[in-house]
């Protein structure tokens, strides 16, 4: 285990590294706002079919949004049967197909736990959803790969909204839907959903730019800022405020007409605020604690410029090279963490309560640093050393390496010196 100098030492080199990259993500074209939404069709039950820009229950809007669930079964477990390695993996009790594993998590302190096998990747990697079932769904990869997935989050059974471009705004049960399919509109679409807040945030970790989802929740210009003030309670719309600064458990908001106003008492403006998400370009999406944020500034202009359609290239298997620490350079196909197996699904970790959700294809190398973090290196050259997540400490379940299509090997998280990816 670390000591606490080790743990004060990596993280003031994380800090001193994001600094960099929020300096190298202010410089990035931003998204085309058109581009970045989420557009696509949805065929109903009755067999009727709407097409338009799509708004996910009340929550995703753009294609950088993150799509939750929980696979069903593991086809890596049967890899374990055929080998005596010992892992912290449980199958879960939901899996009828893999319910004769019988593999115990066993971690440091003797305790017992029980791992779901999460699900997770951007809209964008997404090329169809079709309902199966109140909380089931067959989820196809713009790389045709599909996977069943069942409940995990409110992105399942939930409403589903489309600006038909005829029609209007529909908005329909999960039970009334057949399949929503996304591709990119042929034509410039005049309507959406609204213009997403995009701005520069200043926390104590360094400055970044982007699109924002406020307090998990807001993320258009159209969404409000609520709080209470000396006068009442206020609903303030984001595309009415320039600034907003962190005062001691308030907020001072600034309008664009310069006006001033203290807010209070609620939870998207003090320290009840859940966490303020931004999507980095060429990294993936961070989540910020409000301990971290000091100011935001609604940013209006846009450039023409798309990044969206460059930004989400079919799924991939992931390939690359093991080095061990004992010495052994294995390359081939791999299984992270003995369940991601494609490179638009996502690692997870955390650095001083900023929780990063980073597409694997973002990625060029992992490297265990200790116990319970690691160094990951992006193949845009920057560095982040993440820790306290099943991804990125010894609760990992294994790595697991394809060298041919019958020969394979499986390291535990403490055997490993690196992992490289490799285009």
Partial sequence: MKTNQQIQSWRNHFVLIIMITALTAITKPLLAQNECMLYGSITTIDGNTFEGPIRWGKEEV???DIFNSEKTSNPYLKYLNKSNFKTNYKSSTRSNRDSHVNISIKYRNNKSDNLDRKFQCRFGDIKSISIIGETSVDLELRSEKHITLVGGSNDINTRISILDNELGLLTLNWNKIDMIKFFRPIKKIADSFGQGIY?????????????VQ??????????????????????????????????????????????????????????????????????????????????????????????????????????????????KELEGVIVYDLDEAMDSELLNGYNDDIKFSIPFRNIRSIKPMADDYAQITLKSGEQLFLGDQTDVSYKNAGILIFTSSENFNIFKWDEIKKIIFID
């Fill in 199 to 211: 701005g520069k945030l200043t926390t104590t970790q360094g400055v970044f730019t982007g699109f």
């Fill in 214 to 327: 406020w307090d998990h929740d807001e993320r258009l210009l159209d969404d409000k800022l609520d709080g209470k003030s000396t006068d009442g309670n206020l609903k303030i719309p984001f595309k009415k405020i320039r600034t907003i600064t962190k005062l001691e458990n308030s907020c001072l908001v600034k309008l664009i007409s310069d006006r001033e106003l203290e807010l209070y008492g609620t939870n998207d403006v003090n320290s009840s605020n859940k966490g303020i998400i931004m999507n980095l370009p060429n990294i993936g999406q961070a989540d910020f604690n409000w301990k971290h944020f000091i100011s935001f500034e609604i940013i209006d202009a846009l450039a023409p410029e798309s990044l969206c359609d460059t930004s989400f290239p079919d799924s991939e298997r992931l390939y690359g090279k093991i080095i061990t620490k004992s010495g």
């Fill in 62 to 64: 753009f294609l950088s």
